[in-house]
Structure formats: structure tokens, C-alpha cells
């Protein structure tokens, strides 16, 4: 919004002209029985821009602000009069909002909550992961792979890929396509042992490269893989993983507690 391309509006509404300096105990404006003072010319500011903040500052500028203010109240002043506010549009129109904003404000609330645990749980060094700790695991893990994975939602058509598969290991694509309901990211990527499924890793990590491997159950589905790289990393480039790994790490044991605390139970679907 700027304001002096808006000086151009047609609107001059009586009682609107000031002589002086605003004055917040003074009358802004009004419209019928409603008025517009100088709080509501100053609640509006911090929503402006930093350039028409400065210019509403000004006579010229004010005088502007109180025009737009007095052109909404005008236009909401005969919508209410004519039923538009009660009208059924209306109401839905705003009781969906509601539902959006109280959506955003929720998921605002949770990720907040989430995101203080964390801090506190940072804080009291509970997450805190040492040089020695990074150097036993990088002597145990100084390596990445790459694997590819076919994800299905159930047991029989998984073995039916897998067998295809290692019939026919030039199939991938083509299974992949027809079958995998594995997102984007994971059809093809590279890990450190700890940066995925652990079942997942230790079937990558003692396979030849090249051959289909499954099919294994997860959270995530019926998993087929296979590996098609392996490469081992410098402590540079490995460092910062192992310690994001080993930080993950803690904050699962502390979850795992949690659960026995809390009485945990998660039930699982049969197939």
C-alpha cells in the first residue's frame, strides 16, 4: 500500500479535515454514531510499510490514513446494514478462516512447544556429543552408500517385485514405476550407517552392489534394495554426519524413557 498514489481516491468525507497536529483525545473522523480517533490512526501503524509509516507522520500523510481508515468503516457500516454480515456466504467464508487460523495456530503451538523441549534438553547437555565419541564412531563407519529402494504398501506385492527383480535386475525402472510408493528422495540416495532405517543400513552395508535385496518391512512399507555404491569419506566431511547421527542418537534414548514414563503403546495394523 502506498499512501500517495492513494491520494488519488475520489473520497472526501466531511469531518475528516485536521487543523493541527493529531492529538490522540481528539476525533479522527466519524461515521454515523462511530468514531475514528487518533488510537485508531496509531494501532494501524505498525502494519504499514517503514516508508508509509514515515509518511502518515506527515499532515499530508495522515490526512491520507484517516480517508482509508474512513473508506473501510464506510464500506463494513453498509455491508452490516444491508445483510451481508449475516449472509450464510459470509459466515462460511469466515468460519473457514477461523479453521485455518486456528490449523496454523495449533500446529504453531506444537512446533513451539517441540522446538523449547529441544533447547532445554541442548541445554542441560543431555545431546552433547565429544571428540572421542566422534572418532570411535567414524573408526567404526568411515564410509558412505548409496542404495536405490522400491517401497510397497503390502507383502504380496512386494515378493512378486522381488522375485521379478531377481529374475530380471534391468527391470528396475519399470517395477519402480508400475509399484514404489517411495517419495522422490529416497528412490536413490547416499548414507552414513545412522542416517537411515538401521535394518535398511546393515543389509546395504553386507551386500554386493548390484544385486536386489528384500524385501524388508518398515513403518515406511515393504522395502526392496539395492546397493549401487559404496565410498569412504574423510573425518572432514564425515564429522559434522557422525555428530548430527550420534546427537539423533541420544535424543532417541531419551524418547525410548519417555515411553516407559508415559505408558506408550502404538498399535500396528496386520497386514
Not at 490514513?65 to 469466515?94: H, P
Not at 512447544?113 to 543431555?126: D, I, N, Q, V
Not at 517385485?161 to 528422495?185: D, F, G, H, I, N
Not at 538401521?198 to 524385501?215: L, T
Request: hydrophobic fraction near 35%; proline fraction near 5%.
Amino acid at each position: 500500500m502506498k499512501y500517495p498514489f492513494l491520494l488519488l481516491l475520489p473520497l472526501v468525507l466531511a469531518g475528516c479535515q485536521q487543523d493541527s497536529a493529531p492529538t490522540r483525545a481528539l476525533p479522527a473522523a466519524r461515521i454515523g454514531k462511530q468514531t475514528i480517533t487518533e488510537q485508531d490512526i496509531n494501532d494501524r501503524l505498525p502494519f504499514l510499510s517503514a516508508e508509509d509509516r514515515e509518511f502518515a507522520k506527515t499532515p499530508l500523510g495522515h490526512q491520507n490514513l484517516v480517508q482509508i481508515i474512513t473508506r473501510e468503516k464506510l464500506i463494513a457500516a453498509d455491508a452490516r446494514a444491508t445483510g451481508i454480515a449475516d449472509s450464510d456466504e459470509y459466515r462460511s467464508l469466515l468460519a473457514d478462516k477461523r479453521a485455518q487460523l486456528d490449523q496454523i495456530y495449533n500446529e504453531f503451538a506444537a512446533d513451539t512447544l517441540e522446538r523449547l523441549w529441544y533447547h532445554k534438553l541442548e541445554e542441560s547437555g543431555s545431546l552433547a556429543v565429544s571428540n572421542s565419541e566422534v572418532d570411535d564412531y567414524f573408526k567404526k563407519y568411515p564410509y558412505e552408500m548409496t542404495i536405490k529402494q522400491i517401497i510397497v504398501d503390502n507383502a504380496q506385492t512386494a515378493d512378486q517385485v522381488l522375485r521379478t527383480l531377481k529374475a530380471y535386475p534391468s527391470r528396475w525402472k519399470e517395477m519402480e514405476r508400475q509399484y514404489s510408493t517411495a517419495p522422490e528422495a529416497l528412490k536413490q540416495f547416499s548414507f552414513m550407517p545412522g542416517e537411515y532405517l538401521d535394518n535398511i543400513a546393515v543389509i546395504a552395508a553386507n551386500s554386493p552392489s548390484g544385486k536386489p535385496q528384500g524385501f524388508f518391512k518398515t513403518a515406511q512399507g515393504f522395502h526392496i534394495i539395492m546397493k549401487t555404491g559404496e565410498r569412504r569419506l574423510s573425518k572432514k566431511d564425515a564429522e559434522p554426519r557422525i555428530r548430527e547421527v550420534l546427537k539423533n542418537k541420544k535424543t532417541d534414548d531419551v524418547l525410548d524413557s519417555l515411553k516407559n514414563k508415559y505408558e506408550v503403546v502404538i498399535y500396528e495394523k496386520s497386514e
